[in-house]
């Protein structure tokens, strides 16, 4: 059974830092990972859908890696904002449409 | 088409009675899922359709719970006689699915349910 474990459960940092969030997930064999962003009270917003063949994705300040056969995957966010406060979670692709989601990383980025 | 839409945003019933969500995905997304959200938790699969059909539904969806996607458009996830552990953000999400490969997921905005 796939289990999906996202390390910290909380971050706070000062604005402008660099940081990395980390995802990992127990049955190596996913067909994609995808990041997402959730405010509070609020539904998912997509980041990054790195599909089992690659091994990163980059948009604007994120960018996100994969390797499959340690089962991790890394989001990083450069030159961190206030903006960027919310909750990250990480899904594995479980199968062509199932997602099997972590319990989320708490993003406070203090200006 | 500004994205997937969930109606309603928020649900307030009393145990014991029916609810019913709506959600309308992107217009040529395939695939439609419904996940619940509990307050700390990540997103747990409910249910999955590929265009009208239901393929697949986890163990959390009870015989209380029934989901239909008629004609592959919206979907409606019916709860009937609920209780107080349904209270929960229940998302939809829609994807173009190519045979076996997948596209993004986008979520909607959720329907938070509150049994009292």
């Known amino acids: 059974k796939q289990e999906v474990t996202q390390i910290p459960a909380a971050l706070s940092v000062p604005e402008g830092e660099n940081l990395v969030l980390n995802c990992s997930f127990t049955?190596?064999?996913?067909?994609?990972l995808q990041w997402f962003r959730q405010d509070p009270g609020k539904g998912l917003t997509s980041l990054l859908l790195?599909?089992?063949?690659?091994r990163e994705q980059t948009s604007g300040r994120l960018n996100a890696s994969l390797d499959k056969s340690s089962g991790r995957s890394t989001l990083y966010i450069a030159a961190s904002q206030p903006g960027d406060s919310a909750t990250y979670l990480c899904?594995?692709?479980?199968?062509?449409?199932?997602?099997?989601f972590g319990t989320g990383t708490r993003l406070k980025v203090l200006a | 088409d500004t994205g997937v839409s969930q109606d309603p945003r928020h649900k307030i019933t009393k145990r014991g009675q029916n609810v019913t969500f709506r959600c309308d995905p992107i217009?040529?997304?395939?695939?439609l899922y419904w996940y619940r959200q509990t307050l700390g938790q990540g997103p747990e699969f409910l249910t999955y359709?590929?265009?009208?059909?239901?393929?697949?539904k986890s163990r959390l969806l009870s015989d209380r719970f029934s989901a239909e996607r008629p004609k592959g458009s919206f979907s409606t996830l019916e709860i009937q006689r609920t209780e107080q552990g349904d209270s929960a953000m229940y998302l939809c999400?829609?994807?173009?699915?190519?045979?076996?490969?997948?596209?993004?997921?986008?979520f909607g905005q959720g329907t938070r349910l509150t049994v009292v």
């Open positions: 790195i599909q089992s063949s690659q």
């Open positions: 217009s040529e997304h395939n695939r």
């Open positions: 359709f590929q265009n009208e059909a239901q393929l697949e």
């Open positions: 899904a594995a692709g479980e199968g062509p449409y199932k997602y099997i």
């Open positions: 999400a829609s994807s173009l699915g190519t045979g076996v490969g997948n596209t993004e997921a986008f």
């Open positions: 049955d190596s064999a996913i067909y994609n």
